[in-house]
């Protein structure tokens, strides 16, 4: 089969292991490009495709009153490979979904490489594709490698941006003093495989706080090289010692508050903070420091994170760190289907285009899949519309967000995670419950929520049968 008949993928992440499903379920051929093992990342430790290199969670799975949670159902109702394979080795943790991040990655790898449509090769792009590859998608994420950033660079005019992503340490359960820690979910809630005791909670009382907080911010921090220096951080993954440093109440409202938590040693009175520990594997022998991403060296982690009650004697099965992600200034550089104006063979998918985690990349790949798979039939593109989660995770990066020269004061295009600020408000929101009592606060935003994602999953449903029928429309793009 020629080029022409084909879509490449570069990249073999969440994003372009997504794409590349779409692209096979729409009866067309795909080219998969991953250059791991040829060539390896500072953050990838595997070959397999779709490897989480930082948490193991999805976030909330909860799609009436959660943006990620809503994101998780559209991307299931369109026939997702990551969510199939995330609900198949999902853990327990509460409201979320958690995978086995190794099954998770076998699970895609072994479906792809199963896929009498997808063609798998391992080896490193270097530079632009080449020119007869006239329908390709880059999925390189935030660990591009230089020769085809150089190239996206020269191509565009355009610097990309940046900003550091930091990764969480791992703790082996058997070193974790159970004596002190205890299993509880927050207000006891079950999610998807849970049962409301799925994490490991360990209190510290207030003096215990301070002296952590004193000793994380003295701890010795990795050094930045002098071209990193300005490189900001994403807010949705701060290193937890930069956190501290903004304020010392920072953490104790953040990833160690202690709501809806009951020292069962202490009923009577909530600890000051907690540190929360959430399984990382199937087996339960791992354990993941949930919102303890960091840029400690690792002699200081291991000492500073020894202080925290319940884990004196934690045995690391990997320690913190961080690494520089790249992306693209997609509203210039992007239309609204994901190509690169400066050459429309070229589309792009993931966390380069601009979204931040991992179902959000996988949703942009999940969307790019299938507009690649539509040009190539010659068949209309259909963008899902803004109401939905994918279609407002779209419509951000492509246009909706405010544009305007940095020298004016107004904000630059940053990294985003789905969430409901996104979404247009829905009309006819309920103003009163059941009984005709007045919704009012929380209560008030759960409804609004309610009606936004229910709205989504309709016009979503919309979307697909059009989507269905677009054979019958003619080309628009």
């Not at 610097?159 to 990764?167: E, K, P, R």
């Not at 999610?191 to 301070?210: H, M, Q, V």
Request: aromatic share 6%; proline share 7%; hydrophobic share 35%.
């Amino acid at each position: 089969m020629t080029d022409q008949k084909r879509v490449h993928i570069v990249g073999g992440g969440l994003a372009g292991s997504e794409a590349a499903w779409q692209i096979a379920q729409e009866g067309v051929s795909v080219t998969l490009h991953e250059m791991r093992p040829v060539r390896t990342t500072e953050a990838h430790s595997t070959s397999a495709l779709a490897e989480l290199v930082c948490s193991n969670s999805f976030r909330s799975d909860d799609w009436e009153t959660n943006a990620v949670g809503l994101l998780h159902e559209e991307m299931r109702r369109c026939q997702s490979l990551i969510m199939a394979a995330g609900d198949l080795h999902k853990l327990p943790a509460g409201g979320a979904l958690t995978v086995d991040r190794d099954a998770f990655a076998e699970e895609v790898t072994s479906r792809l490489e199963t896929h009498p449509l997808v063609t798998i090769e391992r080896n490193e792009v270097p530079g632009l594709p080449p020119a007869d590859w006239d329908n390709v998608i880059i999925a390189t994420g935030p660990l591009t490698s230089p020769p085809l950033s150089d190239a996206i660079l020269k191509l565009t005019g355009e610097g990309q941006l940046a900003f550091f992503d930091a990764i969480a340490p791992i703790v082996h359960l058997e070193s974790v003093d159970l004596d002190i820690a205890w299993r509880q979910s927050r207000y006891d809630k079950p999610g998807p495989g849970g049962t409301g005791a799925d994490y490991l909670n360990c209190p510290l009382d207030k003096p215990t706080y301070e002296a952590f907080i004193d000793a994380l911010i003295a701890g010795e921090k990795t050094s930045f090289k002098e071209w990193e220096a300005s490189t900001p951080y994403f807010d949705g993954c701060l290193p937890i010692e930069v956190m501290a440093e903004r304020g010392r109440e920072t953490l104790r409202f953040g990833p160690m508050k202690p709501v809806g938590l009951t020292d069962p040693r202490n009923p009577g009175e909530r600890p000051y903070a907690v540190v929360q520990l959430r399984q990382d594997n199937a087996l339960g022998t791992l354990w993941n420091m949930v919102g303890f991403q960091t840029k400690l060296k690792y002699a200081e982690q291991t000492r500073v994170f020894r202080m925290i009650p319940g884990l004196h004697e934690a045995q690391f099965a990997r320690l913190g760190g961080l690494h520089r992600n790249t992306f693209l200034n997609s509203p210039k550089l992007l239309d609204h289907t994901l190509r690169l104006k400066a050459d429309p063979r070229l589309r792009f998918a993931g966390q380069i285009t601009g979204v931040e985690g991992y179902i959000e990349s996988a949703a942009i790949g999940l969307m790019t899949g299938r507009f690649a798979a539509a040009a190539l039939r010659g068949e209309a593109i259909l963008p899902p519309p803004e109401t939905t989660a994918m279609g407002a995770l779209l419509t951000h990066i492509t246009g909706g967000h405010i544009s305007a020269d940095s020298g004016n004061g107004s904000r630059s295009f940053q990294p985003m995670n789905i969430n409901y600020g996104l979404l247009p408000p829905a009309d006819g929101t309920p103003t009163h419950d059941a009984v005709g009592r007045r919704l009012k606060g929380k209560e008030r935003g759960m409804a609004k929520r309610r009606a936004v994602s229910s709205r989504a999953l309709q016009h979503l449903d919309d979307w697909l049968q059009n989507d269905r029928q677009r054979q019958h429309q003619p080309n628009l793009c």
